[in-house]
């Protein structure tokens, strides 16, 4: 089955303690991306890559860090969370953004305290 | 900048009433455009999409999208929506020559039974 696999699906953590958040699709899409959804905003785009080794900066990469070594998996890191990065995020794929859209995995709740 | 507006924060409805949802983009040359919707604790599923081709695109479960390029809109439409309908309805658009998915901030939809 051709999908978006993130994980975890929840997570709970402290201020400073640095995380992951692992991000796998299988269908060879060449872009991938990292999004922020928070009430009243909508999706924000934290980083995107156009394919491996090519990473660049979204709306919102403050705080956030990610690598492209192989073109399935994109993790998105957190070095040093902070409670404002308290937020549901979604990894995404596509072949063709233009015209396929995106994929979307299942979402990480994140909580920091 | 490149944006997308959504005029319908919150938008209740009775069983079998019609529903249209407006979404408005930014102007910025050639444009896909799309809609997503996600139930409550899930991912973003594709609803329906627009590329080129007939204005009126159908999507899924008898969803349907106008696009009229004079007024930069892509008005989500439903003759009778179901109490199953009830989510979070989002707008989004690539531009062409850029990859990035720009999100509207979602409408959420109440369906009464």
């Known amino acids: 089955e051709a999908q978006v696999t993130q994980n975890p699906r929840y997570l709970i953590t402290v201020t400073g303690k640095k995380l992951t958040v692992t991000c796998s699709q299988n269908?060879?899409?060449?872009?991938m991306s990292w999004y922020r959804q928070d009430p009243g905003l909508g999706l924000r785009q934290i980083y995107y890559?156009?394919?491996?080794?090519?990473?660049d900066k979204g709306d919102v990469p403050e705080g956030y860090k990610v690598s492209r070594k192989e073109k399935r998996n994109f993790p998105l890191i957190l070095e040093s969370p902070s409670p404002n990065q308290t937020s549901l995020y979604f990894c995404?794929?596509?072949?063709?953004?233009?015209?396929?859209?995106?994929?979307f995995g299942s979402g990480t709740r994140l909580t920091v305290v | 900048a490149q944006s997308v507006s959504q005029h319908n924060h919150h938008v209740i409805l009775s069983e079998a009433a019609s529903l249209e949802l407006g979404c408005n983009y930014s102007?910025?040359?050639?444009?896909?455009l799309f809609w997503y919707v996600q139930y409550p604790g899930q991912h973003l599923q594709l609803l329906l999409k627009?590329?080129?081709?007939?204005?009126l695109v159908k999507g899924i479960k008898g969803f349907e999208a106008e696009f009229i390029k004079s007024k930069f809109s892509f008005n989500l439409r439903k003759p009778s929506v179901q109490w199953s309908d009830t989510a979070e309805y989002f707008c989004?658009?690539?531009?062409?020559?850029?990859?990035?998915?720009?999100f509207g901030t979602g409408t959420r939809l109440l369906v009464s039974p």
């Open positions: 102007y910025g040359g050639t444009v896909n």
């Open positions: 269908m060879n899409h060449e872009y």
């Open positions: 627009y590329f080129s081709g007939d204005p």
């Open positions: 989004a658009v690539t531009y062409t020559g850029f990859q990035k998915l720009v």
């Open positions: 995404a794929s596509s072949a063709h953004t233009g015209t396929d859209g995106y994929t």
């Open positions: 890559s156009m394919n491996v080794e090519v990473t």
